[in-house]
């Protein structure tokens, strides 16, 4: 257990992990660079198109140090953002050891700040790493200072390197065998092993990635899982060498997969602790919890027809991902869908990626939306995941909505802009520092409700791509939310309402009816369109009554023309969506449920 | 044919081959005729005898009531009228389009105002019957513009047809002038026309044609009732016991005798595109008989947009600016 060295990565998007690792497993002869380029285009297609490390597999590496010794070091991968906190939380219990990899170029990030906190919190021993000292602009000095300033460690001595040439990389090894500390644990103790991801196969079933805490595991052996009492015999323990490799035993301090014929992913929980069914441990291993969606949104297809295969697709989907909730659901407007529950944005465009990709499925995403709870005047408490989950405003006592606390890191240059979009945004300031005096932290707490609305892309647009930011839900708060309802020619229309701050709801309501006002053809009459909270009207807009239309010749050889004309437009009324007497087309149900409301 | 007069002859012997298809079992009797196409009076005098001659070899023209002929104002020929008058026509429709030199030239005419007005004028003095065409929404026309225009020609016209200029998206003015807007411009020159026309006793019988009562051309009207319909010549459109026939849009087809292609249209069919052209005239539809959806469609519809009377329907003013509209709906309803 002594020449075993259990570590993670942790670095910003870009900072140069991937390559770090790359640089790793070459340095150590696990791999060849050519088979290395292949593995990691297998496994993360996706992520890399878009740019964003989500996990990678952990790997195994044996190394000989300088002092002689041989010595057994387990990568473990953090995903990269944010909205997979737990996954995190999770993946650094499984580890005695950080590298914390700083762009010598751009310095510390949010994102970093946030995961390297929490790791300092795990008792993790962090090794900070400056990374791309070959780039010109590099300044690996001024990142030393801000790990210093912002992290709190000493980065006096923080390996420089260069994982595009190798620079420094062994350095890199020899201080994680000397500054990590090896696991503790023991053997013959009741099995304890935590699972700190599990991938579904095809063939094998889910693959849980398990470090051993105590106790052994080995194939025979029947397991169970703590959380849910549920027992499997194993069929295989090995270790990522990389790729899966068999081995007798995984004793504790060890780092490897097991596989037990395992059906779904969520009887293997994140987080969970697996134990010997025959002699259990007294206890789980702390931190674990059910992941719970935090934002939502509907998924339709675009073709009714198709509403089959996106199920299907879900389902299969959710094999691989258990932290995608879906139920049915079906809206007037755009017929069967499901409901999904993500952890988060990107979990979100992840999953409808997937779908896209992995299953062919198009389909249509209605704007994303947060549950809100609403405590009724009866003192009854009720979730609401949708403006209809909403009792009649005079029996709401409260509205609670979920909030985060948002941490921005970027050029002090962009500060007044950045405060302008949190605070429009119903943010509450917190704090701002000055890390370096280019550089600025600023803290804030807001609704995820406004977050999840395009923030990001504002934030990037607002600051020339210059600004990371990070954030954790902090719990609900009591907020002056209201129910905005848009009618039509004085019919409600519900797929249109919406919930927002009452002091939005006239910026909101008139957005959304002039939205609409474009989106809904001129008919026989004039529409009015209006946004109500309650039964207040707050805005009205009119679409006007059409008037004239005619195509005017129409002898004999255009009469057949004129019927196809005739034709098409009443193909087009047929899939229009009646409410009242107005016709409305599907496509403004769609551009409207994708709109971003916030544009004033 | 402008442009291609060396082939008016192998024109002609397609036309009387084409002729004597219908013609070849007896000669059928016409109640109207109409020479149109555009410019007919490209072909000279004696290229007329020859088209004359092969009417009257194919069908029996005793019977004709109203026989009429297109023209322009810049080939219209004294010898022409004179022509046309000794062969029995009743009248010649014009197309004048405009009063105003600016718009003739906006829209690419080969005549100017003054040849209109005396091509009017000849038309007149000769006792012939004159309708005319007139295109509003034209860029630079404004209702002062259109309404000179309209007056005019109401001097000397018992039958004016009213047209919007619609550009097609890939057509060169579409862009110059604005595309979208000016197709939607058409709306206040078309209300005005409504106004102004019936004023001077010019009653609007067909969505866009005028003329005082009995002046009306009997040639469209069979269009829109649905009569048997002999048309000759590239793609004309026959229309014979409830099957149409398209001729093949080139003269190269044309002339080489490719077969036109036929359309027959359903029982169901007929009536729904009956009750739609009906519509377009004054006199509606008769509600005796009416499909059931139709009267539902009208019914749920604002009322302003019809004439109802026990006995009929027809469109109001109003309706007859929304035609398209009305008519989808009706083809909606036909199907639910």
Known sequence: ?600 | MAGQTERVPSWLDALKREAARYGGNGKIPLRTLYIGGGTPTVLDIPQWEQLMTTIREYFDTSTIIEATCEANPNSLTPSHISFLKDNGFTRISLGVQSLIDSELETLGRLHDSVQALRAMERVKSSGLELGCDLIFAIPGQTLRTWDYSMRHVMEYASHISCYQLTLEPDAPMYSRYGGDDLNGAGYAFYRYAQYILPRHDFAQYEVSNFAPPGHECRHNISYWNHSDVIALGPSAVSYIDGVRYANPPSLDEYISGIEPSTEELSPHERAIELAILSLRTKWGISRAGLLPEIERAISDMPPDLFVITPERIALSKRGMRLGNYIWSEILFYAEH
């Open chain 1, 1 to 600: 257990m002594n020449s075993i060295r259990n570590f993670c990565i942790i670095a910003h998007i870009d900072h140069g992990k991937s390559t770090l690792a790359d640089r790793l497993l070459e340095s150590t002869g696990t791999i060849s660079s050519r088979d290395m380029k292949a593995q990691i285009l297998d496994s993360l297609t996706l992520e890399r198109e878009r740019g964003i490390t989500i996990k990678l597999v952990p790997v195994r590496m044996d190394y000989t140090a300088k002092d002689g010794r041989k010595y057994i070091l387990n990568l473990i991968d953090t995903p990269g953002h944010v909205d997979f906190a737990y996954e995190v939380s999770r993946s650094l219990a499984a580890c005695e050891g950080a590298l914390l990899v700083v762009d010598a170029t751009q310095g510390v990030e949010a994102q970093t700040v946030a995961n390297a906190y929490q790791a300092i919190e795990q008792g993790l021993e962090i090794l900070p790493v400056i990374n791309k000292i070959d780039l010109p602009s590099a300044r690996p000095d001024n990142a030393k200072q801000e790990i210093s300033e912002v992290v709190g460690l000493d980065a006096s001595d923080a390996v420089l390197t260069s994982a595009k040439t190798g620079e420094g990389v062994n350095d890199i090894l020899e201080r994680i065998v000397s500054d990590i500390p090896a696991p503790k644990g023991d053997p013959n103790a009741p099995l304890q092993a935590l699972i700190f991801d599990s991938v579904y196969d095809n063939y094998r079933g889910v693959i849980c990635y398990v470090r051993v805490m105590n106790g052994t595991i080995k194939a025979g052996q029947n397991i169970m899982f703590m959380s849910n009492g549920i027992t499997y015999p194993v069929n295989e323990a090995g270790v990522f060498k990389p790729g899966f490799t068999p081995v007798k035993e995984l004793q504790a301090g060890e780092v490897g997969y097991i596989t037990a014929s395992i059906k779904t992913l969520a009887e293997a929980q994140v987080g969970d602790t697996i134990t010997d069914a025959n002699n259990p441990a007294s206890s789980p291993l702390p931190g674990y919890k059910k992941v719970k969606s935090v934002v939502f949104c509907g998924f339709y297809p675009v073709e009714r027809d198709n509403y089959p295969q996106l199920r299907d697709a879900l389902e299969k989907l959710c094999l691989n991902d258990s932290a995608v909730t879906y139920e049915p659901e079906s809206s007037e407007a755009m017929g069967f869908g499901f409901r999904c529950g993500f952890l988060g944005l990107l979990h979100m465009d992840v999953v409808r990626e997937r779908l896209r990709e992995e299953y062919g499925v198009e389909l249509v995403a209605t704007a994303p939306n947060v549950i809100y709870e609403v405590v009724k005047q009866s003192g009854e408490i009720v979730e609401a995941h949708r403006p209809s989950d909403f009792p009649d405003a005079s029996e709401i006592a409260e509205i609670r909505e979920p909030y985060i606390r948002l941490s921005v890191f970027m050029p002090s240059e962009f500060t007044g802009r950045v405060m302008q979009l949190v605070q429009d945004r119903r943010g509450t300031y917190k704090s701002m520092d000055y890390i370096t005096p280019e550089r600025v932290r600023l803290v804030y707490e807001m609704p995820l409700s406004e977050f999840i609305v395009d923030f990001h892309d504002k934030l990037k647009s607002q600051t020339r791509g210059y600004a990371s930011l990070d954030y954790e839900l902090i719990g609900l708060r009591a907020s002056e939310l209201v129910r905005v309802d848009i009618l039509v020619n004085g019919e409600a229309a519900d797929a249109f309402s919406f919930i927002c701050h009452k002091d939005q709801a006239y910026n909101r309501g008139h957005a959304a009816v002039t939205k609409l006002k474009g989106l809904i053809p001129s008919q026989l009459f004039e529409i009015p369109i209006q946004a109500s909270i309650g039964r207040r009207v707050i805005v009205r807009v009119n679409v006007k009554a059409l008037r004239k239309d005619v195509l005017a010749k129409c002898y004999g050889g255009d009469i057949t023309r004129k019927r196809k004309l005739l034709e098409k437009q009443k193909e087009g009324k047929k899939r229009m969506k009646q409410i009242g007497k107005v016709s409305i087309p599907q496509e403004a149900f769609l551009a409207f449920m994708q709109a971003d409301m916030s544009e004033k």
